[in-house]
T-cell receptor
């Protein structure tokens, strides 16, 4: 597709479970960002990849959160031992270096 | 990134112009002013950005005060599809080896309601 694709669009899990969220960026975009958005708030930065490496992970809230981008394209955000407070919409964005970020529609995570 | 201040909400009528204000009194000389909007159940969408001069594109116009401490996003004829949360963001590009970090720091934005 032409845009940023995120799967799943919705994920319901139980407290304590492990979750993976996937982002497929726009082809050729070297920069990839993960954000988290809680209800009524603006998106909150989590991590930024330039190519395969995490160039800025200052937004990850704790060590239960981890993200990878092994081949410099698709990225996976991994959350271990999920908590109810992790419930949010997780947004992915990519950029070609022009300064404009292109966002996906997000993955809504609900932790019961 | 420097902070911005926006009204929580604004209302407009369809086919009328809308002026969305943003204050950024602590802006630095290298901060670009970016606007994104977020329609319901979608990710944010780029609208426009500028540094010092006013900017126009197919979506909107950006008017930047001479001292750069404020700016206004102008939608020339609002439509129902323009109803969204509009975010004004200051961004200073952090350059690192291999690329530039265009990280955006979002506030709560302005919720624009467009009345038919």
């Amino acid at each position: 597709g032409a845009g940023v694709s995120q799967t799943p669009s919705n994920k319901v899990t139980e407290k304590g479970k492990y979750v993976e969220l996937r982002c497929d960026p726009i082809s050729g975009h070297t920069a990839l960002y993960w954000y988290r958005q809680s209800l009524g708030q603006g998106p909150e930065f989590l991590i930024y990849f330039q190519g395969t490496g995490a160039a800025d992970d200052s937004g990850l809230p704790n060590d239960r959160f981890f993200a990878v981008r092994p081949e410099g394209s698709v990225s996976t955000l991994k959350i271990q031992r999920t908590e109810r407070g992790d419930s949010a919409v997780y947004l992915c964005a990519s950029s070609s270096g022009t300064g404009e970020l292109f966002f996906g529609e997000g993955s809504r995570l609900t932790v019961l | 990134d420097a902070k911005t201040t926006q009204p929580n909400s604004m209302e407009s009528n369809e086919e009328e112009p809308v002026h969305l204000p943003c204050n950024h009194s602590t802006i630095s000389g290298t901060d670009y002013i970016h606007w994104y909007r977020q329609l319901p159940s979608q990710g944010p969408e780029y609208v426009i950005h500028g540094l010092t001069s006013n900017v126009n594109n197919r979506m909107a116009s950006l008017a930047i005060a001479e001292d750069r401490k404020s700016s206004t996003l102008i939608l020339h004829r609002a439509t129902l599809r323009d109803a969204a949360v509009y975010y004004c963001i200051l961004r200073d590009v952090t350059r690192n080896s291999g690329g530039s970090n265009y990280k955006l720091t979002f506030g709560k934005g302005t919720l624009l309601t467009v009345n038919p």
